[in-house]
């Protein structure tokens, strides 16, 4: 079982900036993805950004500029820095994880997802 949790969501204003993280825990041998995905009412989940374990970064179109990815390897944990925020950025953001368990076998685990309010 790998267990994700993530943290820093809130209220921000249009222009601010906040920092999520999500750190994974449990039997995990390596973790070769991580990516940030987010969730507005009504809409479907989308993906905002991905990072490997070697650093490769990718992005939404719709957040490219602004928000950065970034990934402490030691700590399994994975961070993303949202700056010049939109209220249509508002949603609830999800961490996931992909790679591989003690036993070998492999995992794709989900946060239970932090809010995130952009408004005036």
């Known amino acids: 079982q790998v267990q994700l949790v993530e943290s820093g969501g809130g209220l921000a204003q249009p222009g601010g900036s906040l920092r999520l993280s999500c750190a994974a825990s449990?039997?995990?041998?390596?973790?070769?993805?991580m990516a940030w995905y987010r969730q507005a009412p009504g809409k479907e989940r989308e993906f905002v950004a991905s990072?490997?374990?070697?650093?490769?970064?990718n992005y939404a179109d719709s957040v490219k500029g602004r928000f950065t990815i970034s990934r402490d390897n030691a700590k399994n944990t994975v961070y993303l820095q949202m700056n010049s925020l939109k209220p249509e950025d508002t949603a609830v953001y999800y961490c996931?994880?992909?790679?591989?368990?003690?036993?070998?076998?492999?995992?794709?685990?989900w946060g239970q997802g932090t809010q995130v309010t952009v408004s005036s």
């Open positions: 996931n994880a992909q790679g591989v368990g003690q036993s070998l076998y492999r995992f794709d685990s």
């Open positions: 449990g039997n995990i041998f390596s973790i070769s993805a």
């Open positions: 990072i490997t374990r070697g650093g490769s970064t």
